[in-house]
């Protein structure tokens, strides 16, 4: 993709739009650079009752990678802020690792991005 930082702001944006209109109270996110991919790691707290939305969060996000229509799938997701394109983000990174502490409401997102 020949946009590579507008993609990871994308990504890592429509993380924090989805833990922000769930209700959490604290997010952070930070964008890394590893040898071979980039990292992308989000960590929100939530307030209780929130694990049945993490769960369907976790399930988007375990959507495979398909490499060769990032740019033509992002292209297609235009600017509707009503809808959360979680299921693209999954699909346009390679791992994904979703965590929820039920105790401390602490969810983090850990997402790989290989070049």
């Known amino acids: ?55 369907r969060l976790s399930r988007l996000l375990s959507s495979p990678r398909s490499a060769g229509t990032d740019e033509y799938y992002w292209n297609l997701y235009g600017s509707d802020d009503a809808v959360f394109q979680l299921g693209l983000v999954g699909a346009m990174t390679d791992e994904a690792d979703v965590r929820f502490d ?12 290989a070049d």
Request: hydrophobic share 45%.
């Open 1 to 55: 993709m020949k946009h590579h930082g507008l993609l990871l702001s994308r990504l890592t944006g429509e993380l924090v739009a989805w833990c922000l209109t769930g209700g959490a109270t604290d997010v952070d996110a930070t964008i890394r650079r590893l040898p071979k991919a980039w990292e992308i790691f989000v960590s929100a707290v939530f307030p209780e009752g929130s694990r049945p939305a993490v769960e």
């Open 102 to 113: 039920e105790e401390t409401g602490r969810l983090t997102i850990r997402l790989l991005r």
